[in-house]
């Protein structure tokens, strides 16, 4: 099994399949979790290929462009590593991270949970592209997708919210910092994740007083 090759062919599937995805969720994004992965990897035991995977798969085939169907991602990524002739244990590992490495999923308190150190690295560089300069303009790249307003005084944020209000709101953009990303630095797993989340978070926390400044009129 050549892992040299098999990391450059993945790399390759991932751009072409997402060629044409929303902008905070295409290749660029998976190349951005994919570095910050392998920086993350380097104070950690883990398996370096299965975190690559893991990390330029995850996202293949998100579900909330299929409808919330979370089987298209596992199933693709299975076949193009079979292809790949991966050894069956590592698309296994793999295709647990992709099973497991959303947000969505901490709403969900039933069943046995699936963890491995390498899931931790991959959601930990996956959630720090949440948050920051470009986990911003993320945020309001998607909300506009969507169609969604910026802001509604009227409509506060859910902060007790299902899985299944979460994955169907249709709230403000704004509204999104206060229902996940701001909490994000806390639910790092790693330590390297964790000092960078810390920065990332103080830089949302200025953009918000900021915005709400502007919007009322003070500044």
Partial sequence: MDKHNIIKNTIQFAKKELKNAEGGHDWFHIERVYKNAVLISKDENVDAFVVSLGALLHDISDPKFYNGDETVGPKIATEFLEQQQVDKEIINHVINIIKHISFKNSFDKTGKKFTSKELEVVQDADRLDAIGAIG????????????????????????????????????????????????????????????????????????????????????
């Fill in 136 to 219: 911003i303009a993320r945020c309001f790249n998607y909300g506009g997708f969507k169609n969604r307003p910026l802001y509604d005084p009227e409509i506060a944020p859910n902060l007790n919210m299902t899985k299944e209000e979460y994955k169907n709101s249709s709230a403000p953009t704004i509204n999104h910092f206060y229902e996940k990303l701001l909490l994000l630095k806390d639910k790092m797993n790693t330590s390297s994740g964790q000092r960078i989340a810390a920065d990332r978070h103080s830089f949302m926390e200025t953009f918000l007083k900021q915005f709400d400044d502007e919007w009322n009129g003070s500044k």
